[in-house]
C-alpha cells in the first residue's frame, strides 16, 4: 500500500529556504502531543483531524521537500487534501521570511538564520496553541506534557495506529471540572480551559480570527490578554509562535536568564536594556530575540 500523503516544497512565501529540523523544534511546544518529535531521524510524527474521522502521519525531508506519509490506514482525495493544508499551514509555507533574512545577514549574531532557520510550527489551530500555551504557566516542563498528553488521550478522536487528536473546543467544554481537576490535573487552569472552550465551541470567541494580517499587533494583544488564563507572557507567546507577530519579545523566567547567561552579564538585566537589543528589527525583535536564545536547540535536543 502506498502510505505516501502528499508533497510539498520546503520553500516560503517569499522563495526562502525553509529549514525543516530547525522547524519542527523551533519552540518547547512544537512538540507536545499530538506531535512526537524524532530527533536523530529528523521526522515529526502527528494526528491530525480528516473529514469523518483521523490520521496520523509522518513528515520527514528529503531533496528540499517535505514528504507527508501515512502511519496507518489510507485516506481519500478529501482527506489527502485536508492533511496537506493543515500540514502546509502548520509549517506556514504562506509566510515570507525573506524580509528578517535581510536583516539577519547584517548579524554576525544571527546570519546563521538566513539559511532558513525562524520559521515557528504552530498547530492546526489557534485554540490549540492558546491551550498548549497556558498549560506552561507556572509549572515545569514535565507538567505542562502531563496535561496536554491528558488532554489528547482523553479527548482527542483516535486514529487507526492509536494516536489521538488535539480535542476540539467542543470535547474541551462538554469534559466535567472533574476530568480537569483529577485527569488533566490542571490545578488553578482547569476554569480557565474549560471556560475557554466553551466560548469557542458557541462562538463567542473566534480566536481564528486573530490569523488576519490586517489586524494590528496591539489589537491582537488586547484580544489575547481578555482570554481566560492568557497574561503578558502568554499573549507574546500565541503571537510568537502561532501567529507570525514578531515584534514583542516573549521575557520570562526561562529567555531572561538564558539572555543574561549568553551575554556574559554578572547580574540580571533589565527587560528594557533585552529590547533596546532588537529594537532594530522592528517588526522582527521577537523573533530574532528567540533566535538568539535557542540557536543549538537542533544540536542539542529538545528543551527539558
Not at 480528516?50 to 514528504?67: D, N
Not at 486573530?210 to 489586524?215: F, I, Q, R, S
Not at 502568554?234 to 543574561?260: C, E, I, K, N
Not at 533589565?270 to 529594537?279: L, N, Q, S, Y
Request: aromatic letters at 8%.
Amino acid at each position: 500500500m502506498d502510505m505516501r500523503v502528499a508533497e510539498l516544497l520546503l520553500r516560503g512565501a517569499g522563495g526562502e529556504p525553509v529549514d525543516f529540523a530547525r522547524t519542527i523544534v523551533s519552540h518547547g511546544v512544537a512538540e507536545l502531543p499530538p506531535n512526537r518529535v524524532e530527533l536523530a531521524a529528523r521526522t515529526l510524527e502527528t494526528t491530525l483531524p480528516v473529514p469523518r474521522g483521523a490520521r496520523t502521519v509522518r513528515m520527514i525531508e528529503r531533496s528540499g521537500k517535505l514528504q507527508i506519509e501515512l502511519v496507518a490506514g489510507s485516506v481519500g482525495a478529501s482527506a489527502r487534501e485536508a492533511l496537506k493544508r493543515t500540514v502546509a499551514h502548520m509549517f506556514r509555507l504562506d509566510e515570507d521570511l525573506s524580509g528578517f533574512y535581510t536583516l539577519v545577514d547584517r548579524d554576525g549574531d544571527l546570519s546563521w538564520c538566513a539559511l532558513g532557520a525562524g520559521r515557528m510550527l504552530r498547530a492546526p489551530t489557534v485554540f490549540e496553541d492558546v491551550v498548549k500555551t497556558i498549560c506552561t504557566t507556572n509549572t515545569a516542563w514535565s507538567g505542562t506534557r502531563k496535561m496536554t498528553a491528558a488532554l489528547v488521550e482523553g479527548l482527542g478522536v483516535e486514529a487507526p495506529g492509536g494516536g489521538h487528536t488535539f480535542p476540539t473546543p467542543t470535547a474541551m467544554a462538554e469534559a466535567n471540572d472533574s476530568f480537569y481537576r483529577d485527569v488533566i490535573r490542571a490545578g488553578y487552569r482547569g476554569p480557565y480551559l474549560k471556560t475557554l472552550a466553551e466560548d469557542v465551541a458557541v462562538r463567542r470567541i473566534d480566536l481564528e480570527e486573530l490569523n488576519d494580517p490586517a489586524l494590528p499587533d496591539d489589537e491582537v494583544a488586547a484580544r489575547l490578554l481578555a482570554l481566560p488564563g492568557v497574561g503578558p507572557y502568554a499573549a507574546a507567546h500565541v503571537m510568537l509562535t502561532s501567529l507570525g507577530r514578531y515584534s514583542r519579545l516573549v521575557l520570562d523566567s526561562w529567555t531572561r536568564p538564558t539572555y543574561r547567561k549568553l551575554v556574559g552579564a554578572r547580574r540580571a538585566l533589565k527587560d528594557a536594556t533585552i529590547e533596546r537589543r532588537f529594537k532594530s528589527y522592528g517588526e522582527w525583535a521577537g523573533l530574532a530575540f528567540w533566535l538568539y536564545l535557542t540557536r543549538d536547540w537542533v544540536e542539542e535536543g529538545l528543551p527539558v
